[in-house]
């Protein structure tokens, strides 16, 4: 089972903001399992905690704007790209002004942090979110979609076209978050010389410069409006007939903008709140469409808040029927588990077919077949006993007894034809025999009853 992490200690960066033009400072500190992603504001009273979340998203104009009550930090992307590709899931961010620095426009600076500093396994188990099907967002005004399909990884395709001659239709892939730091990281943010005015009229971009940004001139200016833009951002003045990139830097690929929109995709989905495994191919990507597709998948993620595991019925059980009848004292008809197909040292998942010869059936009821509730509960707990006899040397030779049973609910009918997995959780460890476990019983992708309950292994006598 994959684990939650965070960073094994605090650090520090230190730069411009890009908008602000001030001098700032963010630090990345360690935090608690299932704390996520939170920005503290130090410069402002009372030192305010926003999360880092879709819905607290409050503009996407030019980068990812986060507000709550009245606190607002900006220019978040490229660090939350980094800490989400790099698997970090707990993360308190401080900083003293009202955006991130932009150090060199990429996530580069952040990545080589952390990886300096060291990523720390936790004890939680990380909250996975698995795509099942096709999800989709798209704005028909700009012509911007973001699909998301079932896969084996977290993987994305951003596809992206520019109306220039310099950058026209291009395309990204990241097939595997572990080759983020090489292939995507160094990707700078990019502007057109043509933007540059009316962003600074907006009273943007004020810590833009020639290390910080990929800045093309494709479409040729007056001489005069030139060197004022080259004046007021304090660069040497430009030939207004020499038409390419300006940066002092030259790119790292050819693709390096469209690069670019794939990082800031992964920073804005870091905003969902848990990772996700799926494919993402998003058409011409920008803060606005990612931000509407992160607060989707939240919405997703609310309505399945519990995920049913994934059940291949070719694929060979762990345990058969005969090695679940050397292990449980269960007969028929009160062996409710026909097999195991997924056993680790915290959960285990197994299967009953509910089929129309279920001696209950007939008194419950003949005219309107349905599973009894407390069957349910029996079935959940002899998977729950199967996974505590894992535990123990000679499992052949102890039994398990229930203790208690506590916040029992039932969400809908179990019938003739379903086919029931059954998830079952270790709460902490087994001390002195006895273990607490939670359970969920689903049919398909939908939750059908769920319970808590105390059980106590027993060696027979």
Not at 52 to 74: M, P, Y
Not at 439 to 453: H, L, M, N, P, R
């Amino acid at each position: 089972m994959l684990k939650q992490n965070t960073i094994k200690g605090s650090f520090s960066l230190c730069g411009k903001g890009l908008h602000t033009g001030l001098n700032l400072t963010v630090t990345f500190n360690p935090a608690a399992e299932n704390t996520g992603y939170k920005v503290q504001r130090i410069d402002l009273e009372g030192q305010p905690i926003i999360d880092a979340i879709a819905e607290n998203v409050v503009d996407t104009t030019r980068g990812t704007v986060l507000e709550r009550n009245g606190a607002k930090v900006s220019t978040i992307e490229h660090a939350m790209a980094a800490l989400y590709a790099l698997g970090i899931d707990n993360c308190i961010i401080q900083v003293n002004g009202p955006e991130f620095p932009i150090l060199d426009g990429s996530s580069s600076p952040f990545v080589e942090k952390i990886l300096d500093v060291g990523i720390e396994e936790q004890a939680a188990p990380k909250d996975l979110y698995i795509i099942r099907h096709k999800i989709e967002v798209k704005d028909e005004a700009s012509g911007s979609s973001i699909t998301i399909l079932p896969d084996e990884e977290f993987s994305i395709t951003a596809m992206c076209s520019f109306e220039s001659k310099f950058i026209n239709s291009q395309f990204a892939t990241l097939d595997n978050m572990t080759n983020f730091a090489r292939d995507i990281a160094p990707a700078r943010t990019f502007v057109f010389v043509r933007d540059i005015a009316p962003l600074l009229k907006a009273n943007l971009i004020k810590g833009g410069d020639l290390d910080n940004a990929i800045v093309m001139y494709e479409r040729q200016m007056p001489q005069e409006d030139v060197d004022k833009l080259a004046d007021f951002l304090g660069v040497p003045r430009l030939d207004a007939t020499h038409l390419g990139y300006i940066q002092n830097k030259p790119l790292v690929w050819e693709n390096e903008c469209t690069r670019h929109k794939l990082l800031d995709i992964i920073g804005d989905m870091a905003l969902i709140g848990k990772p996700i495994q799926g494919r993402i191919i998003a058409t011409r990507p920008g803060h606005t469409i990612n931000n509407k597709f992160a607060r989707l998948m939240r919405r997703e993620i609310r309505k399945h808040e519990i995920q049913a595991p994934i059940y291949d019925c070719n694929e060979e059980p762990i345990m058969d029927v005969k090695r679940i009848r050397e292990l449980l004292p269960h007969r028929y008809p009160m062996q409710l588990v026909d097999k195991v197909i997924e056993l680790g040292p915290n959960s285990i998942v197994g299967v009953k077919n509910v089929t129309s010869n279920e001696p209950f059936f007939q008194g419950h009821f003949p005219e309107e077949p349905v599973m009894p509730g407390v069957l349910q509960i029996e079935a959940m707990a002899q998977c729950g006993g199967l996974l505590v006899l894992n535990s123990v040397d000679e499992p052949e030779r102890w039994s398990t007894y229930f203790l208690r049973i506590d916040e029992v609910k039932f969400r809908q009918k179990v019938v003739p034809g379903d086919t029931l997995l059954f998830k079952v959780d270790l709460l902490a460890p087994i001390r002195h025999g006895i273990s607490s476990m939670k359970g969920y019983v689903f049919v398909g992708d939908k939750v059908v009853s769920e319970a808590t309950f105390t059980a106590q292994i027993v060696k027979n006598k």
